[in-house]
DNA sequence: AAATAAATAATAACAATTACTATTATTATT
DNA sequence: AATAATAATAGTAATTGTTATTATTTATTT
């Protein structure tokens, strides 16, 4: 893979904020710098950084979402205000457990926990 | 909510299968005895069936799923066939360290097991 | 049986993402 | 430094999963 200024905007856009942005937020953010930028190239450049493992790619419902934090964590999602909070919950003994019973051979265990934040505390 | 027959064989089909199947998938099947049946009309009714509590959405990357099982559950998603299979995971504790650590109000607790399933042992 | 309004089929609209293609930019080779 | 090879891009079209719209049908109430 080959040098592109495109990519290390991306790549330095999504290393700049623990909000799991979107590809259309990143794609918004980058357009100052590149003002003719085009979402597609978000797309494939997201792709290819989360492929090489530099970025990870998460699900969130219908949208994806990125994250710089590759290392293995969980997040929680408040249904208020939409904010998603890493948090650290896993343990081995899950994928020892399903290894065992299951005959599952695991490569990753998704957590996400849907609930409402501190800040909405009445 | 008033009765309908297009709802109740869609219930029916949901019901009749451990595969978590599609909107589509369930389309198909409805297909057979609804021969005119609208893929809106499915996408309606598992709408109501999950808000009334009858069953459940699930989230399988960018597709829905529905399951007929909502008592809480875990699975686990073979990267390899596609299959998604039950697993209960989660215990109360989960819950608990984040309402004490988090202050997060929890409501769902979602876990995924990516990996390959024991059809595929070499 | 007539009135009311929920549900439907058919279709259009939508949002997120991927595919296509002519052009541009990076890297390797001379 | 010029040339060649080809990866990456911008712009756009296409695709996919899902929701919205609307005229018509159907279930329920009166
Ligand atoms: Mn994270
Ligand atoms: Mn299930
Ligand atoms: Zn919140
Ligand atoms: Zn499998």
Redesign the interface.
Same mark, same amino acid.
């Given at each position: 893979m080959r040098f592109s200024s495109q990519r290390e905007i991306i790549r330095e856009i999504v290393e700049s904020t623990n909000a799991h942005p979107t590809a259309d937020w990143i794609y918004n953010k980058a357009k100052k710098r590149l003002p003719n930028l085009s979402l597609g190239t978000v797309y494939r450049n997201l792709k290819q950084l989360d492929e090489e493992g530099t970025i990870k790619a998460i !699900?969130d419902?219908?949208v994806?979402r990125y994250d710089w934090n590759t290392a293995s964590h969980d997040h *929680?999602k @408040? $249904?208020v205000c939409g904010e998603i909070?890493d948090?650290h919950?896993q343990d081995d003994s899950?994928r020892k $457990?399903?290894r065992k019973n299951? $005959?599952?051979?695991? +490569? +990753?265990?998704? *957590? !996400?926990?849907?609930? !409402? @934040?501190?800040k909405h $505390?009445k």
């Open positions: !699900t419902g219908n994806s *929680m @408040c $249904k909070i948090v919950l899950i $457990k399903i299951y $005959k599952f051979e695991v +490569d +990753d265990v998704k *957590m !996400t926990i849907i609930g !409402t @934040c501190k $505390k």
